[in-house]
């Protein structure tokens, strides 16, 4: 019967330098990682520190900002969604009821008009107008 005998030294020599490439392997990784946070640190901060329409702004003057920032027609989960978006977070027992019910005024007072609905959608659009766009701008 034959066997082999292996140094438990160099074995364990082996070990230690198998665990070491690893663990640089790792180390490269995680330095990347850290680069790239930091980078993308760096590109948003400007972001946060622009104005933001703040407390000082009512819900009604949030929605309508909302419906202004782009030239789309929005629903009101549209609206919902874009409002969480810029960390308007609602917390009424019917959201969406709130949400209508403001869209409604906006459109009593001329700031905002519904769009006729499409034959694929059963949900309302709405769009800012002229004054609604003034008013965001001002506000």
């Known amino acids: 019967m034959s066997y082999t005998h292996k140094d438990p030294h160099r074995q364990s020599l082996l070990a230690l330098e198998q665990e070491l490439a690893q663990r640089v392997a790792e180390k490269q990784q995680i ?16 972001l946060v520190q622009e104005k933001e329409p703040g407390p000082d702004l009512n819900l009604p003057q949030h929605c309508l900002r909302v ?16 409002l969480a978006l810029k960390g308007v977070i609602l917390t009424y027992k019917n959201n969406l009821a709130v949400l209508h019910t403001i869209i409604g005024r906006l459109i009593e007072i001329g700031y905002v008009v519904e769009l006729p609905r499409s034959k694929s959608s059963s949900r309302p659009r709405f769009k800012a107008t002229d004054s609604g766009r003034f008013s965001a701008s001002v506000a």
Do not use: G, Y
């Open 31 to 46: 330095e990347q990682r850290i680069t790239n946070l930091k980078q993308a640190i760096v590109a948003v901060m400007p």
């Open 67 to 82: 419906l202004t920032s782009t030239t789309e027609s929005m629903n009101v989960p549209e609206i919902r969604d874009a």
